[in-house]
């Protein structure tokens, strides 16, 4: 099993920057595909940012690309979501995610992914 605790959601301003953290429990987090993913009230859950269990390679929404980048270190059962030039569409709670596979399928729905964090909310003003 596995379990995931998100850190680093505030308010911002449009244009500003925040760093989202995800600490895993377990001595397997290298096995695991890790992804972040949004939920703004009213709408579902979205994919946003990806990486494979290597770290090798990472998948980005559209709406994030170029903005956001994920990254991982296997050594200290971290991933880390970094956010700039925020815009006041990226006002959501933010969720850390797991599957396990040594795949680089670039996997982008929820119910592919096994494991959750409970969220952070990140709320970006105008």
């Known amino acids: 099993q596995l379990q995931l605790v998100e850190s680093g959601g505030g308010l911002v301003q449009a244009g500003g920057s925040l760093r989202l953290s995800c600490a895993a429990s377990g001595r397997t987090f290298s096995s695991y595909a890790m992804g972040w993913f949004r939920q703004a009230p009213g709408k579902e859950r979205e994919f946003v940012a990806g990486?494979?269990?290597?770290?090798?390679?990472?998948h980005y929404a559209d709406s994030v690309k170029g903005r956001f980048t994920i990254s991982r270190n296997n050594a200290k059962n971290t991933v880390a979501l970094q956010m700039n030039s925020l815009r006041p569409e990226d006002t959501a709670v933010y969720y850390c995610?797991?599957?396990?596979?040594?795949?680089?399928?670039?996997?982008?729905?929820?119910?592919?992914?096994?494991?959750w964090g409970q969220g952070t909310q990140v709320t970006v003003s105008s």
């Open positions: 990486i494979t269990w290597s770290g090798v390679r990472t």
């Open positions: 995610a797991a599957r396990k596979t040594y795949s680089d399928y670039d996997a982008r729905a929820s119910v592919e992914y096994d494991y």
